[in-house]
């Protein structure tokens, strides 16, 4: 087993086996076997866990609403933001929809805050800023010794990138336990997928195809009475310094689903793309990409947010004997459907929509929780690091009009955004990228 039980295959199964899903594993090769554990609709009960929450925006009031609904005992206990309306809004969402009143003297404000709320006397800590902020904040929490839950992406550089793997690797020897955003990797017909594709149901996964190609995302006007590193951050979700693009900030679950359908990690990439009618900011609003992996096999990656395109958000592997939308369906080369997934019955009101008992956003916080009250390894930073640092060589790929290996990005220095942070002018380059000149 030791033998066959390779890199490739470990890197498959380790999103499961840090869930607690796997049970066992049997044989090898093609006679491999992956016997899963019935999903939890809720997680063990247990010592109260406090949690302090990060990035009190849309994302993370809906996170800490996710956390609370993952089980019993569990409260919101400090709230940091670096704006004091973020902060009232979580504050009033939490109190109207889940009666859960977050004291004054556990909020805080201004880029410090993310400090303050660690040292609250909380056991975990949900990170939900923009992403450029999470390697420090990530770094910051795992040194306080504090259970993580933090949304993708995980950076926006290769330096912040290369900090979280770090800090990955510091959290697993501490004994602690951090989930991260890829909700898909939690999502029960995706799970249940996985099991029937590591198992051979497709042979050996050769091809691949993901897409996010949506409508344009929000945005926000510059105002004249804001700074501009205020109006950057509450724009953020435009600016490549905070977000990484749409590429790493939106498009990374559908690489990541790739890197964990396919066991694989990419070695190079050679991408191109282009800004049509991005309002605000600084990025793109399309990208398309080839992904070369390590074991021989080539990715295209798609992702675009313009109003009034055809929209897609998938994933798609091709077999030596199939096919598969990596979701709910395999079908054999001969395009005959050979398994399907089977959806249970439920009143949740949106995820009745996807016939989904459980939502896989509050999915993760079952799992999340249940390591921690089980005393069970689970750290999902590094495989989320490895698939942000794939779409950031892709979306540097893009810019430069260049090839970009991951020996490149792995000993890279590129790092985003002012070397301080005020509420000012913000010394960073603001220009769109033109490939073929830089």
């Known amino acids: 087993m030791s033998k066959d039980f390779n890199r490739r295959e470990f890197m498959g199964v380790a999103g499961l086996a840090a869930t607690g899903l796997a049970i066992g594993l049997a044989g090898c090769g093609k006679n491999r076997t992956f016997e899963l554990k019935p999903f939890l609709d809720q997680a063990p009960d247990g010592k109260e866990l406090k949690a302090g929450l990060i990035g009190c925006g849309g994302r993370g009031t809906g996170a800490a609403i996710n956390f609370l609904d993952a089980g019993p005992n569990l409260k919101i206990h400090a709230l940091g933001d670096l704006f004091k309306d973020r902060v009232d809004g979580c504050k009033t969402k939490l109190k109207n929809e889940k009666n859960v009143e977050v004291a004054d003297e556990n909020c805080f404000t201004g880029f410090d805050a993310y400090e303050k709320v660690i040292d609250s006397g909380v056991d975990i800590i949900i990170l939900a800023t923009p992403p450029h902020f999470r390697p420090m904040q990530f770094a910051a929490a795992i040194d306080a010794r504090k259970h993580v839950f933090m949304e993708k992406p995980v950076a926006v550089d290769p330096v912040g990138a290369r900090s979280i793997m770090a800090s990955s690797k510091k959290a697993e020897k501490l004994g602690l336990v951090v989930g991260t955003g890829t909700q898909r990797r939690h999502q029960r017909d995706y799970v249940t997928a996985f099991k029937q594709i590591y198992e051979g149901a497709i042979g050996e996964v050769v091809s691949a195809n993901c897409y996010w190609n949506q409508s344009q995302l929000w945005y926000r006007e510059p105002k004249k009475n804001l700074s501009e590193m205020e109006n950057m951050i509450r724009d953020w979700v435009n600016w490549t310094w905070l977000s990484g693009d749409h590429i790493v900030e939106q498009h990374v679950h559908n690489i990541d689903v790739i890197h964990w359908f396919s066991e694989a990690k990419p070695v190079k990439a050679v991408g191109f793309g282009s800004r049509q009618r991005r309002v605000t900011g600084d990025q793109y609003d399309n990208f398309s990409v080839d992904f070369e992996y390590d074991n021989g096999m080539h990715m295209h990656s798609m992702s675009r947010q313009i109003n009034g395109c055809a929209n897609n958000v998938s994933e798609f592997i091709k077999g030596s004997k199939g096919y598969s939308n990596c979701q709910n369906k395999i079908w054999n080369d001969k395009g005959e459907v050979i398994w399907e997934y089977k959806y249970a019955k439920t009143d949740d009101e949106y995820w009745a929509a ?43 790929s893009a810019y430069t009009g260049k090839e970009v290996t991951w020996e490149e990005m792995m000993n890279s220095n590129i790092k985003l955004g002012p070397n301080e942070y005020l509420l000012g002018k913000v010394d960073v380059i603001k220009s769109v990228k033109v490939p073929g000149v830089e």
């Open 354 to 396: 996807n016939n989904l008992k459980v939502s896989p956003y509050v999915q993760e916080h079952i799992d999340l929780v249940t390591a921690i009250r089980n005393n069970k390894p689970y750290v999902e930073a590094e495989q989320t690091a490895i698939s942000t640092m794939a779409a950031i060589m892709g979306r540097i």
